[in-house]
Each structure stands twice: as C-alpha cells, then as structure tokens.
C-alpha cells in the first residue's frame, strides 16, 4: 500500500512543471513531506522491530524488473538523516529564493524544484537499492539532479563551469562504480550488491574494493579525488549546498560501508589504506579551511575534514574486523556513522546560517564583514552552536562521535602490536591536531564574520533574516543539544546498526555506554555550572556601576575598523607554519625606505588547492596541450578527411587480415 | 583540595619571584585580595562588544571546574569518572579557551586580535603534544581514564617507570606553562600590548569578568599541579601521606614556576611555534619508552 503511494508520488513529481509558479514551492512540500512520512516510518519500524530485514518490493516501469527496495538498519539511519536534512533545507529555501522569484521564470522555478525533489528520491533510492543496475540508475539520477540545482544561478559564467566540473567527476566515479560491478558480475553472474560476500570469498578482495573505494570516494570527497567539492558548494544555493554536504556526499559513505560489510579477506590493507587516506583528507581539509575568505568555501573544506573524520572511524573499524577486536569494530563503525548524523546536522546548520549571512549583506568573503552579531543575533547564535558542534567541543554533539572514535583508538592501544601502536598513536595525534585547527578556523570565522566591528560599508544595510528561514533550523539545534546531552538515545540504535551488519555482539566488559551516559552527567553539571554563573554575575552587576567605553587602544585615540584583524592576518601566523604545504601566495608592494608619506599599495594572498593543482589542472592542460597537437590534422579540406576514412578503412583491412582484432 | 591549593598558588609563584629578584615581595594571599577587590568594583564595556564577551569569562570558568571533576585524587576515583574522560578534560578546556578567543576578537582591538591568533595557535600546537602523552599512559596501563590509569601506574613495580613518569611530569608542567600563558611562551608581566598574548586578550576584561577570568586561570595551574600529583605518588600510599605530599607537590610546582619566571627570558614569538612542537617531540620519546617498557620495541 504504502509502496504504491511511494510510487505515485515519484510519478506526480512531474507535475511540478504545470502548476502555476507561486503555488509549485507548496506543490512540492507537499509531496516531500508525504514523502517523508512514508519513509521515515519504514525506517522507524526497522529499528522498532526485532527482524533485520524488510524487503518491499517495487516494480518502477522506468527500472530493471526485478528492483527492490532493501531496508536494513543501515538503510533506515541513512533514510532518516536524509528525510531530517532535507525537510529542514526545503522549508529554509522558501525564504532563501525569495529574492530571485521575480528575476528568474517559472520554468527555473520548476526545473529546481522538481531537481530537489528528485535529488530527494534518488538518494532514498541509493540507500535502499542493492540491484546494480538499478543502483546506477538511481546514482545518475543523484548525480545529474544535484547538478541541475548547482547551476540555479547559471547566468554567472563561473557557476556553470563548476557545474559541468562537477558533472565530470561525478562521471568518472561513477565509471569506477561501474568497473567494479562489472567485475563482480563477470564471475558471479549477478550484477548486485547482495553477490558481494560470495565474491569477495572467493576472489582477491583489495582490486575491486579499491575500484568501489575511488568510485564512492569521489563522491565523499576523500582527499586527492576531492576537487570538486570546494568549488561545487560555494556555487550552489545555500539549501542546496546544506543537503549537498550534509547527506549527499554521505551516499559515498554509505556506499563505502555497504561493500566493506561484505569484504572477507585482506581486511587489515584495506582498514589501513581507509585509515591513512582519511587521515591526510581530515588534516588537508582543515588545513585549507584555514585560510579560505569565501564562507562557503572555508564550509566545504570543512565537509572534507569531517569525511575525513568518519573515515578514521570507518578504518578502524575494518582494522578491528581484521583483528577480530569487538570493541573496536563497534567504537570504530559506530563513531564513524554517528559522525555522519552529526556532520549533516551541524554542517546543514552551517551552511544555512551563511546563506543567511549571503542573503542578508550579497558577499561571501568574510574579509568585508563584521560586526553582524549585533543585526543578526540568532543567525550568529545559530552559526556559534554550530560552529562548537562541529569543532567537537562537549557539550554537543560533534564530541560524542569524536569520543568514540578516541576511545576505540586509546582502547586498542594496549593490546596492538608494534606497528598498528605507531599508526594508531599518529591518527590520535593527527585527530587531536584536526581538533585544535578547528578551533582555529572557528574562532576565526566566527570572529571574524559576526564579532568586532563591521569592515566594509555593504555591512551597514545587514538585517535578521525573516521567521521562515530561522524556525526550521531550530529544529537541528535541538538534536545537536540532544545527541550531546542525551547522547545513549542515539549512541545505543547506532551501535545496533554495526551489530547487526557486521554480526558481532558488545563484549562483556563493554563501558562505553556507561560511558556515555557519564558524559551526559557531566555535560548536564557543565550546563548548570554555567547557567549558575551567568545568574550570580547578573545578580552582581545590578547593584555595580556599569559603564561603557572605547575598546582599550593603547593610547591610540583615532581607532578605525580597518584596524581589526581580518581573515588574513589572524591565519598568518599559522600559514608562515603551513604555507611549505599550502603554497599560499602573497603579492604585495614594499614600502621603501625613502618614502615618507607611502601612497596607496597594495596586499594580496592567494591560496590554491596543491592537490587540485597536481590531480585535475595539470592533467587537463596536458591533455589541452595533446589535442591541439593533434589538431594539426583538422586542416578544413574535406579531400583530407575524405583521406584520413580511407586510411582508417585500409587499416581496418589489414589489422583483420592478420587476425589481430 | 584543588581549590585550596589554587588558593594559595598564584601567591607562592609571586613570592618565589620577588625573593629571587631580591625583593620581600607581597603576602601569599595577595592574588586573592586582588579578586576580592576586583569582585567588588564595578565594570566598563567596550561599546563595540557584545554578549559574547560578556558570557564569555562565565563559561570559560565553568569549564575548567568542570574539567576538575574527573581529576582523580590517590585510591579515591576522581568524582566523575568514565573511560575516556580526559578527552572529555581536553576538549572542554579548549571549550573555554574557544570563548576566550572570541571574546577577544568581539572588542574589535587588533592588539586583543592578535593575542586572541596567537594563543589559538599555541593551544592548537599543544594539543597533539597532551594526547600523544595520554596515549603512552593508555598503553601502558592499559586503561582509558584518569582514575584507572593513575590507579595502575606503579602496579608493575619495574623501577625503569620512574624515567617514563619524570618525562610525564617535564610535559605536564610545559603544557600548564603554555596553556596558562607563562614564560616562556608568553610573559604576563609584560608591559607591551604588542609582546602579549593572554594577557592582551584581556585587556579590555574589568571588575567581575575579570576575577572571573583570575581565578580560572588559578585553578588551572592547580588543576595540572594535580595531575602531577598523581603521575607522582603511588596510590596505595597512606591517605595522610598522599594528601601532604600533593601540597607538597603543589608547592614545589608553584616554586618552580616562579623560577623558571625569574631567570628565563621570554621566547622571541616567531621561536614559540617550534618550541612547542619540541613538546610533541618529547612524547613521541615518551612513547617509544614505553614501548620499551611494554616489550613491543624489545623483548
């Protein structure tokens, strides 16, 4: 029943395209919000329920005939972090596209709607398929609906290039994705995710999970294969950039953790190949986070060291699967996954609040702002929760995931051999190294952004953003508090999702629900503690002479904002320590020793990705270079193509007659 | 116990200094007169901050009482204890450090900017430092928190314990050094904004906030002269033993600081950035002593 109401609803989609433009946005709530209801309940009755496996059979006249929606525990977490995200990015939009409803016609209206709703679908479709045909399917439709939606403002040149980088690569996984397939299918007759275990029990397993690694990791945005992501997220609207980071490239984990549920063999290359590559994505990302100017772009270097953080958890995992250590699996996995639900709450969060910030004042570079706690107090207020969350700072959420991907390390330390000791003390290191680069990044996004006083004039006109696009994202602050402060609530089904996947039970001994519920005690007095001192210092101030005065500026009485640290200046001390790495360039004019009265000179650091650099730019224009080579050939005189078909046909004569194809 | 010793704490550094510095020097209790008075007196803001700087000082004290319950006192578990809980002490540290950071950055000075950069830096660069170190105690004793660990750390009775234990303490007192802002990172008797970098970040900070601010930073110091302690002294030692010894400890710590005030030289900044990852440095050795000491390296 509720199948078929699924299956409707994917049809009366379509219909977004003949309803009249000021009633589509509602149209297509709608639709989502049925959507929603039938899905989350699905996923709701997985956990509820003692059976592992629902199996709803779905016939959809465009799909393989044999296409099923699969529903396990891991399937359901993903459907509920997908229907959470995507609600909230849709509700934040209404007020977010106010502004273009006049500039662009109906059709773009329709085109970005029906593209949300359909990125909505696929990504439903993505965790639940396990047919390969259909899963590339349904991974296409992923791919080229969140580009549609990327290119919402193509009238800017740079978008649409972007878009169509975006394009390609999503391609060139999904070519991965395919090879992969391809491979299983040819020995085990079946093209599916269910003839994985038998394949990998009887074939090396590193080959084809490396394929299925590139594939998903291109999605994910796994350092090298990550270019995309930085340029893609700052280009897309910000709802859309939200659910893009929050859930879309989670599909890439998911899928990542679909094929190493199967993996039989080999486990310990793998689960350190995972540890390694997520390690240098987290640190990488953070690191170019760092001394990013465009908001949205310093977000999306953020997304790639939050990938990196799952993936930590992820390697850990493996590598516990490999050891046969329960504690370490379920940490492991179960810090990873969690990880993903936190990343979608406060990086959606994130995003939203700099779209606000982008709506409010038409900038993105945080150099020229300022000062906008005061006009927009629950944006900032929003921004700052979200920024602590994600920085893994108790009492919210990021720490808990954070915590149990720590204590799944510091737990093994003991029993490890030699070598697995040195990795696992260098990821403890380089993790509590991610955390305070975090902190740095924030404190200075956030200071900079909302604190101090405003640095460019474009400031003056910032305003609060309106109810509409504020209320919804309440909703994430609440389950930001919640899995911080109430963590086992959501720490316990998690686990229960890596019980059930892998089939191992929590060992006796097993403390880290204990744990968690101690951290949940702690952070509660740490609530409480404050709250105390907040009120005792209100109390004191009522009766002390308060009075308010210019910032201290040494002796300096002609204070102007221009003076504040910028972006630049508070990442300078840390990019004289990093740039060896980062290649951040700095141009500026020196003032010479005769001049006096200096006139106007100029400062200018550009940073560029040194991965993007080496992996995308330099094979392109390699590449660039070969065709216009071979372009000599495209001479315009049609006696020469004429030719060039003969020599081809000759060649074709006599490759045959000496059997070589 | 570690409010008493913070009681003291802060007057025995001054008086170590002013004796080697052949002054009579102020009364021990001074630093808390000094709050008392600051408690008493009114505030002045700065019209370009906002409510973060004025929540700020709160919170960043509230962490760092909070961070204190899970530090564990001899056979007694600390008050709250679980596995893993110094990561729960780091990272709401860094939580109260986060607030202090911004709070610096909301005055809109370039000088609280620039101490506000730096100290993030500096905390940042010493946190590997901190977790490598509590990583050599996790393996070695084979548990994951402050109670259990401290708990099990003479329980093998090889006497080679005490270079690991001593390489504990050298890390500990560099860590409390930089993250409260003492030479010589950071001197706070400077007397020029420019060289500052705690110090300039509260500069702006008066009356309540800033006994606020005092007392955290106190606590702080008692709170790593804890840690000492316990790295320290074995636990199944006598209770009355135990508790001379850690204001023994506390003692001999605040003196030592006091030294180190008196007769070094603040760090040039550019240096400070090296001289912390040295720290990282010394935990990695730490760390291949134990792996010695855990038969991995060498049976």
């Known amino acids: 029943m509720n199948a078929i109401v699924f299956i409707s609803l994917l049809m009366l989609s379509f219909g977004v395209f003949a309803i009249p433009k000021r009633f589509k946005y509602y149209y297509a709530l709608l639709i989502m919000l049925i959507s929603v209801a039938i899905t989350s309940w699905w996923a709701l009755q997985i956990f509820r329920g003692s059976g592992s496996f629902s199996e709803i059979g779905v016939s959809l006249p465009f799909l393989h005939s044999k296409f099923l929606l699969v529903i396990d525990r891991l399937s359901a977490f993903f459907i509920l972090i997908i229907n959470l995200t995507v609600t909230i990015g849709f509700l934040y939009a209404y007020g977010y596209l106010k502004p273009y409803f006049s500039e662009k016609n109906s059709l773009r209206f329709s085109i970005h709607y029906f593209s949300y709703l359909w990125l909505y679908f696929s990504m439903l ?110 280009a897309a609207p910000s709802h859309v950039s939200g659910v893009m980071s929050g859930v879309m490239i989670k599909m890439g984990i998911y899928g990542i953790v679909r094929v190493l549920f199967s993996v039989q063999q080999d486990l310990l290359v793998i689960g350190v190949i995972i540890l390694i590559i997520s390690v240098i994505s987290g640190l990488f990302g953070v690191m170019m986070a760092i001394i990013q100017h465009d908001l949205k772009r310093l977000l999306a270097y953020h997304s790639i060291e939050n990938i990196g953080i799952i993936g930590i958890g992820i390697g850990l995992g493996v590598i516990g699967m490999a050891n046969h250590n329960t504690a370490l699996i379920i940490l492991g996995f179960g810090g990873g996954l969690l990880h993903v639900l936190n990343h979608s709450l406060f990086k959606a969060l994130l995003f939203y609040n700099a779209g606000s910030v982008y709506h409010a004042t038409h900038t993105r570079n945080i150099e020229k702002m300022g000062g906008l706690m005061k006009k927009m107090p629950v944006t900032a207020m929003f921004f700052l929760i979200g920024s602590l969350a994600i920085c893994g700072l108790p009492p919210f959420n990021g720490f808990i995931s954070e915590y149990l991907i720590y204590v799944g390390m510091f737990k093994s330390l003991a029993g490890a051999g030699l070598y697995q000791s040195i990795l696992l003390l260098f990821s403890i290191a380089a993790l509590a190294l991610i955390g305070g680069l975090a902190v740095f990044c924030f404190t200075k996004a956030f200071g900079i952004v909302f604190l101090g006083s405003a640095r460019s004039g474009e400031m003056e006109h910032a305003h ?38 892998v089939g191992v039970i929590a060992p006796s001994g097993f403390t880290t629900l204990h744990s968690v519920s101690q951290i949940s005690i702690i952070g509660g007095i740490f609530v409480v503690l404050v709250t105390v001192l907040l009120t005792w210092r209100h109390f004191h101030m009522k009766n002390k002479t308060v009075v308010a005065g210019p910032t201290w500026g040494c002796g300096y009485t002609a204070p102007s904002p221009k003076l504040q640290y910028t972006a630049t200046s508070y990442a300078d001390n840390y990019l004289q320590l990093a740039n060896p790495l980062l290649r951040s360039k700095v141009t500026s004019d020196t003032i010479e020793g005769e001049e006096y009265f200096p006139g106007v000179k100029r400062f200018e650091t550009h940073s560029k990705d040194v991965v993007k650099t080496a992996m995308t730019d330099a094979p392109v224009n390699k590449f660039l270079e070969l065709l216009k080579k071979i372009a000599v050939m495209q001479t315009g005189q049609i006696q020469h193509y004429i030719l060039y078909a003969f020599v081809f046909m000759l060649l074709i004569f006599v490759l045959t007659y000496f059997n070589l194809i | 116990m570690i409010l008493m010793a913070a009681f003291f704490f802060p007057g025995i550094i001054l008086r170590t200094k002013s004796l080697a510095s052949g002054r009579k020097g102020p009364g021990v209790l001074q ?92 905390s940042m660069l010493v946190e590997p430092a901190f977790f490598i170190l509590l990583g050599t105690f996790a393996m070695f004793t084979g548990y994951t928190s402050f109670s259990d660990i401290f708990t099990h750390f003479y329980i093998t009775g090889n006497h080679y314990v005490l270079i690991y234990s001593l390489i504990g303490i050298y890390l500990f007192i560099q860590i409390a050094m930089i993250e409260n802002s003492r030479l010589p990172v950071d001197d706070p008797k400077t007397h020029l904004e420019l060289t500052m970098v705690h110090e300039v970040m509260i500069l702006d900070n008066s009356g309540f906030d800033k006994a606020l601010i005092h007392i955290g930073t106190y606590l702080k110091f008692a709170v790593y002269g804890a840690l000492m302690c316990v790295v320290l002294v074995p636990a199944e030692w006598n209770l009355v033993l135990q508790i001379a010894l850690f204001f023994a400890i506390q003692f001999i710590f605040a003196v030592v600081i006091g030294l180190i005030e008196s007769f070094r030289a603040r760090n040039k900044m550019t240096k400070n950035p090296k001289f912390i990852l040295t720290l990282s440095a010394i935990a990695l050795i730490a760390f291949v002593v134990v792996l010695i000491l855990t038969g991995k390296l060498i049976n």
Request: proline fraction near 4%; aromatic fraction near 14%; glycine fraction near 6%.
């Open chain 1, 464 to 501: 609060e953003v309106e109810k509409s696009m504020l209320l919804p994202q309440w909703v994430i602050i609440f389950f930001i508090a919640a899995i911080g402060l109430a963590s086992s609530v959501f720490v316990i089904p998690v686990m229960s999702i890596v019980s059930e996947s």
């Open chain 2, 31 to 122: 630093p808390v007169k000094d709050i008392m008075v600051l408690l008493r007196k009114g505030s002045v803001f700065s019209e370009t901050s906002g409510i973060i700087f004025r929540i700020a000082p709160a919170i960043t004290l509230a962490s760092i009482v909070c961070a204190m319950l899970v530090i564990p006192f001899g056979d007694d578990k600390a008050l709250i204890s679980f596995d893993g809980d110094f990561l729960f002490f780091a990272y709401l540290l860094a939580l109260g450090k986060f607030f202090a950071i911004i709070a610096a950055l909301d005055t809109g000075s370039s000088f609280e900017g620039m101490g506000a950069n730096r100290e993030a830096l500096y």
């Open chain 1, 125 to 234: 479709l993505v965790s639940t398929t396990r047919d390969g045909f259909s899963f590339l399917v349904v991974w296409e439709i992923m791919a080229l609906s969140s580009f549609l939606l990327v290119i919402f403002d193509a009238e800017e040149r740079s978008i649409m290039k972007t878009g169509i980088n975006y394009l390609i690569q999503m391609h060139i996984g999904m070519a991965f994705i395919l090879t992969a397939l391809l491979i299983v299918e040819k020995s085990t007759g079946t093209m599916s995710f269910d003839a994985l275990p038998e394949y990998f029990s009887s074939h090396s397993n590193i080959l084809v999970f490396c394929l299925f690694f590139i594939g998903f990791g291109i999605k994910a945005g796994f350092v090298p294969i990550h270019t995309w992501l930085p340029q893609a997220h700052p």
